[in-house]
C-alpha cells in the first residue's frame, strides 16, 4: 500500500449521493459542503476492517517512498507523482478531518468504512462453484 501513515476520512457513495439529493432539492446555493465518512482510517486500519468482515487473513504492507515512486512513475507523469507525494507524504493534503456535513444535510448519521464493507463484502468473493466457463 502506497503511503501507508495518510489518514482518510474516507465517506460511503451511498452517503454523498444522499447528500447530493439535499443539495438538488434546493437551498444550499452558493455553499460548498465537505464531505467525509464518520472516522480516520489508516490503510492497515481498513485492510483490518476488510480482514474481519470477510472473515479472511488479510494484511497490509506498507510500500516505502522509493517503492511507490517507482510504481507510480509506471503509469502517470512525473507531476502527478511528485503531487501525491507533496499530498500523501508532506502531508499538504490531511483527509483525516472529519466533517458533520451528511449529518447535518441528511439528518442520519454516515455509514463507517465496517457498515460500507458489510453492505459490499459479496463484491469481494471470489468466483462460486456454481459459475460456468463457456466450453
Keep these: 500500500m502506497p503511503f501507508p501513515t495518510a489518514r482518510a476520512a474516507t465517506?460511503?457513495?451511498?452517503?454523498?449521493?444522499?447528500?447530493?439529493?439535499?443539495?438538488?432539492?434546493?437551498?444550499?446555493?452558493?455553499?460548498?459542503?465537505e464531505l467525509t465518512g464518520p472516522e480516520f482510517l489508516l490503510p492497515a486500519?481498513?485492510?483490518?476492517?476488510?480482514?474481519?468482515?470477510?472473515?479472511?487473513n488479510l494484511h497490509c504492507?506498507?510500500?516505502?517512498?522509493?517503492?511507490t515512486r517507482e510504481e507510480m512513475d509506471r503509469t502517470m507523469p512525473t507531476e502527478y507523482v511528485d503531487a501525491f507525494?507533496?499530498?500523501y507524504g508532506d502531508g499538504v493534503l490531511d483527509e483525516s478531518h472529519v466533517h458533520p456535513t451528511?449529518?447535518?444535510?441528511?439528518?442520519?448519521?454516515?455509514?463507517?468504512?465496517?457498515q460500507?464493507?458489510?453492505?459490499h463484502?459479496?463484491?469481494?468473493?471470489?468466483?462460486?462453484?456454481?459459475?460456468?466457463?463457456p466450453s
Excluded at 451528511?102 to 468504512?113: C, G, S
Excluded at 463484502?121 to 466457463?133: K, L, S, Y
Aim: glycine share 10%; net charge negative; hydrophobic share 40%.
Design 85 to 87: 507525494f507533496n499530498f
Design 61 to 67: 504492507h506498507g510500500m516505502t517512498d522509493a517503492e
Design 116 to 119: 460500507w464493507t458489510r453492505a
Design 45 to 56: 486500519d481498513q485492510v483490518s476492517v476488510l480482514a474481519k468482515v470477510l472473515g479472511r
Design 102 to 114: 451528511v449529518r447535518n444535510i441528511t439528518r442520519h448519521e454516515p455509514r463507517t468504512f465496517e
Design 121 to 133: 463484502g459479496h463484491e469481494f468473493q471470489g468466483p462460486t462453484a456454481n459459475v460456468r466457463t
Design 11 to 33: 465517506i460511503d457513495p451511498y452517503d454523498i449521493a444522499a447528500v447530493a439529493v439535499q443539495v438538488l432539492l434546493g437551498g444550499h446555493d452558493g455553499q460548498i459542503h
